[in-house]
């Protein structure tokens, strides 16, 4: 089962702009072929479907934990897409759409990705920067410890490669924070499945990383989380499970070449996280509605009765 908690697993900036395009590259991130949805897909239905779950427990532990934490990834991602979408956080919500009769969105004609606004009113969908649908022809799940390992590992390096080229065309800091923080953590992913099949193979595949052979210190937005070892991190996203993934990432394994150097840790339960910035509506485009008041203050008194822990309205 999974445990939902109200953040972001890191502090995404505001945007300083409505940047529909810039969410549109963002996208890739999402529903791309090598897109989180395509590493939860596959990592998830690897992990129900894993044999012999007791007998392989650190390598299915680690395909389980990494699962979690890839589902927070698609979170993270959706939020930056709304987020770009939506602006700089405001209080546009406290009045009624106004008149919609001079064309407000005329804008959206020519953006990259029209249908996100005419669709979702800006939010985030499972669809590539061009609109196309995600689906399961990217899920790989073969049954095969190693294959499914080593098509792990080539989905990671993939998407290192797209997340490096998205943020080549970002300049905003929200999109370009979604990028530094999952370039490092995206980094860890491909790491610890190399040392799982060197476990089992005794082949070196880690000398391969980093791949595109750039090195994280090239990424100004993912300093931070180098200097407080989020490179050397794996979370068990449990309070019990998972623990044996221990065996893979430990043991005296350290540190890529080229990253702040020290042992891998392994951390149990989740990151500490960031807040989930509001998005705010925009009663024009009939989000939340037209003219939302009436919502509002129904929802206001039912917050109010909840937090006086009686029913009475």
């Known amino acids: 089962m999974f445990l939902r908690i109200d953040k972001l697993q890191t502090e995404l900036p505001a945007p300083k702009k409505a940047d529909p395009n810039a969410a549109a590259a963002l996208q890739e991130l999402l529903g791309g072929k090598y897109g989180e949805m395509s590493t939860l897909g596959n990592y998830l239905f690897q992990s129900f479907n894993f044999r012999s779950k007791n007998k392989l427990k650190p390598f299915y532990s680690l395909v389980a934990a990494i699962t979690a934490e890839e589902l927070g990834h698609v979170e993270l991602v959706s939020n930056g897409v709304a987020m770009l979408n939506n602006g700089p956080d405001n209080d546009g919500d406290e009045k009624d759409g106004g008149d919609i009769s001079g064309a407000p969105f005329a804008d959206m004609t020519d953006a990259r990705l029209a249908q996100a606004f005419f669709q979702n009113a800006g939010g985030a969908t499972p669809v ?7 689906n399961n022809d990217m899920v790989t799940t073969t049954g095969n410890v190693i294959v499914d390992l080593l098509h792990n590992f080539h989905l990671e390096c993939g998407a290192r490669l797209h997340k490096l080229r998205v943020y ?8 370009r924070e979604v990028c530094g923080y999952l370039l490092v ?9 190399a040392l799982a099949l060197k ?12 791949t595109p052979n750039i090195p994280l210190a090239k990424i100004p937005e993912s300093q931070k989380y180098l200097q407080e070892g989020s490179h050397r991190r ?3 996203f449990s309070p019990e499970d998972y623990k044996t993934i221990s065996g893979i990432w430990g043991n005296g394994e350290m540190a890529l070449p080229g990253d702040p150097p020290g042992e891998l840790e392994v951390v149990e339960g989740n990151p500490e ?15 939340p509605d037209y003219a939302p008041e009436e919502m509002m203050e129904i929802a206001a008194k039912l917050t109010k009765a909840a937090h006086q822990g009686a029913g009475s309205l």
């Open 185 to 193: 953590r995206g980094s860890v992913h491909a790491h610890a499945y």
């Open 168 to 175: 080549e065309t970002l300049s905003d800091p929200t999109g």
């Open 273 to 287: 996280g960031g807040k989930i910035h509001q998005l705010t509506g925009i009663p024009s485009a009939f989000t």
């Open 128 to 134: 590539n920067s061009g609109g196309h649908t995600w």
């Open 234 to 236: 794996l979370y068990t």
């Open 199 to 210: 476990n089992l193979t005794g082949v070196d595949i880690h000398k391969m990383l980093p």
